[in-house]
Every structure is written in C-alpha cells, then in structure tokens.
Antibody, heavy 121, light 107 residues
C-alpha cells in the first residue's frame, strides 16, 4: 500500500526540541521530493519545508528557518524534521507529504495522517 | 513571498448546489495553482493541479479555472461528502503558500 506514516509528535516545553519521522512505503521514495506541512489548531495549512531526492536542495518557510531541519534517509525510506527552539506557535499537526512533478507542475499528491506537536509548559 | 487570499471564507450550501470558490494571488503565478480538500482529522487531498487539471480519481464534478492571479474552484453539484474546507496553494515559487481556506458547510 502506498502510504506515509508520521511519528514522533508529543508534548514539549517552549525552547525544547523534537524530532519527527515519516515512514514511506509502497513507492520508490528516492525518486520524489518530500515536504512537511503543518496545521495549527483552528488554522489553515502552512508549508514548512521541502527536500529534494538527494537532499541537494532544501527550502524552509520563514517561520521555521534557522530552527527546523528537514532531512531524509533514502536507505530507510524515511523523512525527518528536527525541530529546535520550539515555540507555542509551533503547536500543530505536522503532515508529511510527497511532492509530485507532473507536466511541469508541483503539487502534494500523497499525505500522511499527521502527528500532533504541542508546545506548552 | 506570494500571498494567497480566498473568498468567501465560508459558505453554506445544500446537496445539489453549484459551489464556486475564488482564490487570488498577490502576483502572477501563471497556472501554478493547486486545490486541496481538508476534512477534520483527515489528511488533505489534492483535487486540482496546474489550475485546471483534475487529479487522478477525483470526481468530475470538481473543476478549476484561471491563470495569472485569479482562480476558481467549482463543484458542479455538491455531494454530502464534499462538505469540507478547501485550500488553494501556489507552487510557482517557495514558500509554497496556501490560501486561508474556504469552509463549505450544510445550509
């Protein structure tokens, strides 16, 4: 089955760190760009970061730049998000998403079910 | 950064209604515009990519149009399973910004 499964969410204090993981299965992971997207409670979707197949290109949203690091391990079919210096406003469900490139256009075509990160003292 | 706006922010409709949602970009994005459906507790699903291309498996009652800065998502005959929040998203350049969403609920 083609799927993405996130893990690693939980409760963390402000200023703390957390590492999210996303396990991919059912497709050739190393041929896709991957991404993290989040949704704060009662809010809309916010793009967090993208990573190229070989990690040679990485992009971050302004709100997480310098604090979060996206990475991948193609041998393990896994995507990661290292989150440092966490703030209350980082509280959200974090989704792992696959980026599809079709006819010259990018879009998120496969999503995980998400993992909840709560930043609170 | 490219800013995305949507209107309306919410709407109430009945099964069988024709529903139209508008998305506007702060600068031209050609047709690098995608639409997603999001239900509470569920993962988002892509409906439309490249402004007007229907993603595989998406019912034909969904359609998209537009280019440049103004885009539209249309549901030709709303079904029960379509009550959800809809987001547009530009993929012209990073950051890949989303619109604030349009919630479609039961009238």
């Amino acid at each position: 089955e083609v799927q993405l499964v996130e893990s690693g969410g939980g409760l963390v204090q402000p200023g703390g760190s957390l590492r999210l993981s996303c396990a991919a299965s059912g497709f050739t992971f190393n041929t896709y760009w991957m991404s993290w997207v989040r949704q704060a409670p009662g809010k809309g979707l916010e793009w967090v970061a993208n990573i190229k197949q070989d990690a040679s290109e990485i992009y971050y949203g302004d709100s997480v730049k310098g604090r979060f690091t996206i990475s991948r391990d193609n041998a393990k079919n896994s995507l990661y998000l290292q989150m440092n210096s966490l703030r209350a406003e980082d509280t959200a469900v974090y989704y792992c998403a696959r980026i599809r490139w079709e006819l010259g256009f990018w879009y998120f075509d496969l999503w995980g079910r998400g993992t909840l990160v709560t930043v609170s003292s | 950064d490219i800013q995305m706006t949507q209107s309306p922010s919410s709407l109430s409709a009945s099964v069988g209604d024709r529903v139209t949602i508008t998305c506007r970009a702060s600068q031209s994005i050609s047709n690098y515009l995608n639409w997603y459906q999001k239900k509470p507790g569920k993962a988002p699903k892509v409906l439309i990519f490249a402004a007007s291309s229907l993603h595989s498996g998406v019912p034909s009652r969904f359609s998209g149009s537009g280019s440049g800065t103004d885009f539209t998502l249309t549901i030709s005959s709303l079904q029960f399973e379509d009550f959800a929040t809809y987001y547009c998203q530009q993929s012209h350049s990073t950051p890949f910004t989303f619109g604030p969403g349009t919630k479609v609920d039961v009238k």
